[in-house]
C-alpha cells in the first residue's frame, strides 16, 4: 500500500461546516494529491503537492484548501461544506516518477 | 487542452469472450499513458502503464498515436476482471509529475 492512509474513511457532515481530510505517508515521498471521485466524471485532481508547503491547484480546486506543513502529511479542507461536495475522496503518492498509488479513500456526504 | 475520454460507461460481456476498453486522448506532446484498475471496494491500483509494454493480468494495451488511441484488451475475459478501468495521461506540463488527467471511467462487468 506503499504506507498511505487516509482518515476518516467515512465522514457525514452537514452544510456549512469545516471538514478537514487527513492523508498520511510513511516513506517520504515528495508528491501528494487529492482527487474526488464521482460517477459520470471520474478522477478529477483538486490539489497537489511537492514539497513541504509548496502546492497547486488542480482542475477541481474552488471549494477546498490544502496544507502540507510536513513531509508525511497532506490535509484537504473543506471550509463550508456544499452538498456538491459529497464525493469519494482519494489522496495518491507519486512514486517512481508518474506510477500513482493511492489511499483507501474518504467518503464524505455532505447534508 | 489534454484530454481523455473513454466513449463507453458500461461494457459487459461474457466470461471467455475478448474484452477491448477504449480510450482516446488528445494531447500535443509525446504522451504517457496508463490504465488503473478499481475492483469492488479496493483502492485505484495500477494496472499497467504503455512504457513498459508489459502484460499484466492477461491485458495489454498498445499505443497508436495515429489514432491517439490507448485501448485496453484482453483475450479472454475473466469474472474476476469485473472493475472499473480508468485511463490516464500524464500532464507534463510544468514538470507536475504524477499530475494525471483521468477518464471517467468504464465499468467492465463479466458475466458466467
Known amino acids: 500500500d506503499a504506507g498511505i492512509t487516509q482518515s476518516p474513511r467515512h465522514k457525514v457532515t452537514e452544510t456549512g461546516t469545516p471538514v478537514t481530510l487527513r492523508c498520511h505517508q510513511t516513506?517520504?515521498?515528495?508528491?501528494m494529491y487529492w482527487y474526488r471521485q464521482d460517477p459520470g466524471h471520474g478522477l478529477r485532481l483538486i490539489h497537489y503537492?511537492?514539497?513541504?508547503?509548496?502546492?497547486d491547484k488542480g482542475e477541481v480546486s474552488d471549494g477546498y484548501s490544502v496544507s502540507r506543513s510536513k513531509t508525511e502529511d497532506f490535509l484537504l479542507t473543506l471550509e463550508s461544506a456544499t452538498s456538491s461536495q459529497t464525493s469519494v475522496y482519494f489522496c495518491a503518492i507519486s512514486v517512481g516518477g508518474e506510477k500513482l498509488f493511492f489511499g483507501s479513500g474518504t467518503q464524505l456526504s455532505v447534508l | 487542452a489534454q484530454r481523455v475520454t473513454q466513449p463507453e460507461k458500461l461494457l459487459s460481456v461474457f466470461k471467455g469472450a475478448p474484452v477491448e476498453l477504449k480510450c482516446n486522448y488528445s494531447y500535443s506532446g509525446s504522451p504517457e499513458l496508463f490504465w488503473y484498475v478499481q475492483y469492488s471496494r479496493q483502492r485505484l491500483q495500477l494496472l499497467l502503464r504503455?512504457?513498459s509494454r508489459e502484460s499484466i493480468k492477461g491485458f495489454t494495451a498498445d499505443l497508436n498515436k495515429g489514432e491517439t488511441s490507448f485501448h485496453l484488451k484482453k483475450p479472454f475475459a475473466q469474472e474476476e476482471d469485473s472493475a472499473m478501468y480508468y485511463c490516464?495521461?500524464?500532464?507534463?506540463?510544468?514538470?507536475?509529475?504524477?499530475?494525471?488527467?483521468f477518464g471517467k471511467g468504464t465499468k467492465l462487468s463479466v458475466k458466467p
Open positions: 516513506e517520504n515521498h515528495r508528491y
Open positions: 503537492s511537492y514539497g513541504v508547503k509548496d502546492t
Open positions: 490516464a495521461l500524464s500532464g507534463l506540463d510544468g514538470g507536475s509529475q504524477g499530475n494525471l488527467i
Open positions: 504503455h512504457i
